[in-house]
């Protein structure tokens, strides 16, 4: 079974710059996860999507901040303009309806470095 | 909300047990997450514990008392590849998971 994928991997921009992630969750995972990982901390969440409906999106810094799901699979997270707080890990996470025990499931993360 | 505690920093020998505490408070229970983060990587799944008492899973135990707000997870005959942050995390009515900080344990030879 594939894993949740990311990416890019790396990017580093300069401030007010803007910048896109992508996200592919594990096949019929329902749930997908926008977390924000600052270096020394935990993940934090941004955003919960259920199928394309936000479930949450309390903790998303919406001046700047904005997420879509479109069809219900992929996902993207855009950030724009960037500040330098934004340097952080994102990480996407998805989950199968029905099976909340199980965790979630995360990609890799894509490190973000704004200068 | 949540409000999730656990020590910054641990550090072991190989082959020896450490043992990471977490405390919570939250507005409802829906069980307790471990998962285990090495530097650079994605975090991954350790254990779910949603009743009281201790679930062993080969070098890895993980223990939960619901009445004290704490949970425990132990790692045994320690081995280098076992240097990692360790988080712990409670998930809210809808599974939304919040995290604590994450300890981060040393392995030395």
């Known amino acids: 079974e594939a894993g949740v994928a990311q990416s890019p991997r790396y990017k580093i921009i300069e401030k007010r710059q803007s910048v896109a992630f992508w996200c592919n969750p594990i096949?019929?995972?329902?749930?997908l996860y926008w977390y924000q990982q600052i270096l020394g901390q935990g993940p934090k969440l941004l955003i919960q999507?259920?199928?394309?409906?936000?479930?949450?999106d309390s903790q998303l810094p919406k001046d700047r901040f904005s997420a879509e799901r479109l069809k219900g699979v992929d996902s993207t997270l855009k950030i724009q303009p960037a500040k330098l707080e934004d340097s952080a890990v994102y990480l996407c996470?998805?989950?199968?309806?029905?099976?909340?025990?199980?965790?979630?499931?995360f990609g890799p993360g894509t490190r973000l470095t704004v200068l | 909300g949540q409000n999730i505690d656990q020590p910054t920093e641990m550090t072991a020998t190989e082959g020896a047990i450490v043992q990471i505490n977490c405390t919570y408070q939250?507005?409802?229970?829906?069980?307790l997450f471990w998962y285990q983060q090495h530097a650079g990587e994605a975090p991954t799944f350790l254990s779910y514990?949603?009743?009281?008492g201790l679930e062993e899973k080969g070098r890895f135990s993980s223990f939960l008392s619901r009445s004290k707000g704490y949970s425990y997870l132990l790692l045994k005959e320690l081995q280098m590849k076992d240097s990692a942050s360790y988080l712990c995390?409670?998930?809210?009515?809808?599974?939304?998971?919040?995290f604590g900080a994450g300890t981060t344990v040393t392995v030395r030879a």
């Open positions: 939250t507005s409802g229970f829906n069980g």
């Open positions: 996470a998805s989950s199968q309806s029905g099976a909340p025990t199980m965790g979630q499931f």
């Open positions: 096949s019929g995972h329902a749930t």
């Open positions: 514990n949603v009743l009281d």
């Open positions: 999507f259920q199928n394309n409906g936000v479930v949450d």
């Open positions: 995390a409670v998930p809210s009515n809808d599974y939304k998971l919040s």
